[in-house]
């Protein structure tokens, strides 16, 4: 069965300051894979996904991540991060077989929260 | 503007009583999901619909209901079955070939 783990439960940076935010998934079928945001009390909203193709795939506000087959990973990045970025981030791979670019039953990790100080 | 609609956004429920979550959307999107978040916990998928008059358990069924008579609409009802009903509640929407797109939530407390 796939699974998602979100190896940082907590991420404070500073204001301007590159961040990582690391995700490693566990699949026996082919992936795909997403990173959503939720800020205080809302719904997640889509930063990025992985489908196929390019390895590096570039999402909103700036963020990106690179999919490496070999070592099951799919990490978030931003050179530099503003006040605003402050949010939690859920990483999510599809579950069981795919349909041609869905993304039917996800699987969610457990959420990294990323606080960026002044 | 087209989106999800969830209502309301806090909801309070008292021992033993059957609540109901609304869920529109007005993206003509095929697929409609329910998941469950708890702090620290990431989502869990409760029931999920991939299309009108059809729909199928998740990870976390028990305790909830739901219907999809309308392709529009999908509620899912707590029932006093659900022991530990306080969480945050998100309805997703997809079309089969796009990300799932989310509502702003429910946030449900017991009383």
């Known amino acids: 069965a796939q699974s998602v783990t979100q190896l940082d439960s907590q991420v404070p940076v500073f204001e301007e300051a590159p961040v990582e935010l690391r995700c490693n998934y566990s699949?026996?079928?082919?992936?795909?894979l997403f990173w959503y945001v939720q800020y205080p009390n809302q719904g997640l909203q889509l930063l990025l996904k992985?489908?196929?193709?390019?390895?590096l795939v570039k999402g909103i506000n700036g963020f990106e991540a690179e999919f490496n087959k070999s070592q099951t990973s799919f990490h978030l990045r931003k050179p530099s991060v503003h006040i605003s970025d402050t949010a939690e981030y859920f990483c999510?791979?599809?579950?069981?077989?795919?349909?041609?670019?869905?993304?039917?039953?996800?699987?969610f990790g457990k959420g990294t929260k990323l606080t960026v100080n002044p | 503007d087209g989106g999800i609609t969830q209502s309301p956004k806090y909801l309070f429920r008292k021992e033993g009583q059957n609540v109901t979550l609304s869920c529109e959307q007005n993206?003509?999107?095929?697929?409609m999901y329910w998941y469950r978040q708890d702090p620290g916990q990431g989502l869990r998928l409760i029931y999920y619909?991939?299309?009108?008059?059809?729909?199928q358990k998740g990870d976390i069924a028990e305790g909830y209901s739901v219907s999809r008579e309308k392709k529009e609409s999908f509620p899912l009802t707590v029932t006093s079955a659900q022991k530990n009903p306080t969480a945050f509640y998100l309805c997703?929407?997809?079309?089969?070939?796009?990300?799932?797109?989310f509502g702003d939530g429910t946030r449900l407390s017991i009383l």
């Open positions: 699949s026996s079928v082919s992936v795909y």
């Open positions: 997703a929407s997809n079309r089969w070939d796009q990300p799932q797109h």
């Open positions: 619909s991939q299309i009108v008059n059809d729909f």
């Open positions: 993206l003509n999107h095929d697929a």
């Open positions: 992985y489908l196929s193709g390019s390895t």
């Open positions: 999510a791979v599809n579950r069981g077989s795919l349909t041609q670019g869905g993304s039917e039953k996800l699987v």
